[in-house]
């Protein structure tokens, strides 16, 4: 082993084990990366994630300058408007966002697919990512390296292993076996609807040009965001694009294994127990009817959405979240993401977290290439830092309205009254100029924190 040159295994080619292997790539680290997927193309990644400053700034750091530039030009159009609905689409608030032109693009949040965003992070790695590869252990060595061993029987070893590989990590569950993962109590039915002009029209202008938050009466909630990309059904850039933002578009092959085109995202969520037991195992056409069985008196242009919705798409999510745990004896074996501090949606910053990991762990390791530390202290440095933001930001995103089952909104009676201030607050909040600037400011101080 070289002190001065380590090698890393990352398992997981998700966000923020692709965000790391480009950051090391980039400062001359020798990185191979293991997906457990057959093709860049295969999963299912089609959906929303959104990205604040935290996330620009850790992919700036990580990314080549254009292929930073490249994400940036495949985002989606970023919302004008945080609006909360009730379940009949009237509008309770709606607080116009600040505009793009007064905002540090990189400062800004930013929507992205899921499946776009996998894209632009296998560009240009096909040398590095080597698909197929389902991970089963690993061994440490006295020497100090590490090996990786799959399922089709083929291993690999380096002077580091970096867990990347999500929420059912199997690295984590045999490097810290009393780390848990925990059912939050609440479970989604996420749907994805093409952008026609027949679901455009069911849409108000406030709706679309925003994200919607729904609060429905008898404890079921929703989120709904229009989905608008700088390219058209054909993937040709759209007319009115800037020159510059074309050309990233035109030349990306990333598009071609991208089928990403503009949607609709409805998201509908609520307590297991308004769910039948095999939820988990529903798929197609039967999740479409169980959300709309679940809606029977929300507006008929959201259940026409549903109806439109691509039932190959819509997807039953088990919301989960990480049990904090006591620091560990640093190794050659660390984690990132949701391998370690899997979150709940509840705050929008499960993906700002990982790429944050990703860029603290790859500064740490540049720092051994330069000689400047260990190896084992840049990951001791790198989990003390970690630990404490990553399970704060899960505690964050677990005490978001409605993310546990727990949630007072769930309960029959008392929901009743907590629905009611948590419209009452919203109303409130948006016609008073203070208090509206307050609540925008406070969205944006929250989102520009570093984590």
């Not at 093709?39 to 992919?59: K, S």
């Not at 609905?85 to 693009?105: C, G, N, Q, Y």
Request: glycine share 10%.
């Amino acid at each position: 082993m070289s002190a001065s040159a380590p090698e890393v295994i990352i398992i997981g080619a998700g966000t923020g084990g692709m965000c790391l292997a480009h950051g090391l790539r980039r400062a001359g680290i020798a990185v191979q990366v293991y997906e457990r997927y057959r093709t860049r193309g295969d999963g299912l990644h089609g959906y929303r994630v959104g990205i604040g400053p935290t996330g620009n700034r850790a992919l700036r750091e990580c990314l080549s300058p254009g292929l930073f530039a490249t994400y940036m030009a495949t985002c989606a159009r970023s919302p004008r408007y945080f609006n909360v609905l009730t379940e009949k689409m009237r509008e309770t608030a709606s607080f116009p966002l600040r505009p793009e032109t007064e905002t540090d693009p990189v400062e800004s949040d930013r929507a992205v697919s899921r499946m776009t965003l996998r894209q632009v992070l296998l560009t240009g790695m096909e040398d590095v990512v080597h698909f197929d590869k389902t991970f089963t252990h690993y061994e440490q060595h006295p020497n100090g390296r590490v090996t990786a061993y799959f399922a089709d029987g083929t291993r690999a070893t380096a002077d580091l292993l970096v867990a990347a590989d999500g929420t059912h990590s199997a690295t984590r569950k045999q490097y810290l076996p009393h780390a848990r993962i925990q059912d939050a109590g609440s479970i989604n039915i996420a749907t994805k609807i093409p952008l026609t002009d027949h679901t455009r029209g069911l849409l108000t202008d406030h709706v679309r040009d925003g994200i919607s938050l729904i609060f429905g009466a008898g404890g079921l909630m929703g989120v709904l965001h229009v989905m608008e990309f700088n390219w058209d059904k054909h993937g040709v850039p759209k007319a009115g694009i800037g020159g510059s933002e074309a050309r990233l578009i035109e030349r990306w092959p990333g598009l071609l294994y991208d089928n990403t085109r503009d949607y609709i995202n409805l998201i509908i969520w609520s307590a297991h127990h308004r769910f039948p037991p095999d939820v988990m195992r529903m798929r197609g056409e039967a999740l479409v009817q169980l959300a709309l069985d679940l809606t029977p008196n929300w507006h008929p242009n959201l259940r026409e959405l549903f109806v439109r919705s691509d039932p190959n798409s819509c997807i039953p999510v088990k919301v989960a979240t990480s049990e904090p745990i006591q620091p560990w004896q640093p190794s050659n074996v660390t984690l990132i993401g949701d391998a370690i501090h899997t979150m709940t949606p509840g705050r929008g910053v499960g993906a700002n977290t990982a790429l944050r990991d990703a860029a603290l762990l790859c500064r740490q390791l540049v720092a051994v290439l330069a000689g400047e530390k260990e190896l084992l202290r840049a990951v001791a440095d790198y989990e003390a830092e970690m630990l404490p933001y990553g399970f704060a930001r899960v505690a964050d995103s677990l005490a978001n309205n409605g993310t546990s089952g727990d949630d007072p909104l769930y309960r029959p009676v008392v929901g009743r009254f907590a629905l009611m201030a948590a419209r009452g607050y919203f109303s409130l909040t948006s016609r008073v100029p203070p208090l509206r600037r307050r609540f925008v400011d406070e969205i944006y101080a929250r989102r520009g924190a570093n984590g």
